[in-house]
């Protein structure tokens, strides 16, 4: 089992930046593929960005468009998410999710992944 912790939410204004980290304890990290979610209320948990064990992969929804960037340190035990650009509309709980697989490719689907953080919040004012 492994154990997630956000951290990096906070508020922004449009147009501004920010980096989400996600510390994993409990288990080897690199066996471990990545994906940052989000949740804004009243809407669906949806995928932003997922990587591979290696890094050497990853996958990103058509909304982020170039604006974000997933990245892993497995020496550290900790993946990461850039933001640039920041829009109103990326406003939410971003959770980061860990899923041991058979495969090395980044999966977007949130029923790929067995295991999630608590989630750090997200503000961006316009």
């Known amino acids: 089992q492994v154990q997630l912790v956000e951290s990096g939410g906070g508020l922004v204004q449009a147009g501004g930046s920010l980096r989400l980290s996600c510390a994993a304890s409990?288990?080897?990290?690199?066996?471990?593929?990545m994906g940052w979610f989000r949740q804004a209320p009243g809407k669906e948990r949806e995928a932003v960005a997922a990587?591979?064990?290696?890094?050497?992969?990853?996958r990103y929804a058509d909304f982020v468009q170039g604006r974000f960037t997933i990245s892993r340190d497995n020496a550290k035990n900790t993946v990461y998410l850039q933001m640039n650009s920041l829009k109103p509309e990326d406003a939410a709980v971003y959770y980061c999710?860990?899923?041991?697989?058979?495969?090395?490719?980044?999966?977007?689907?949130?029923?790929?992944?067995?295991?999630w953080g608590q989630g750090t919040q997200v503000t961006v004012s316009s």
């Open positions: 409990g288990r080897t990290f690199s066996n471990y593929r």
């Open positions: 990587i591979s064990r290696s890094g050497g992969s990853t």
């Open positions: 999710a860990a899923d041991l697989p058979y495969t090395n490719i980044p999966a977007l689907g949130r029923g790929d992944y067995g295991y």
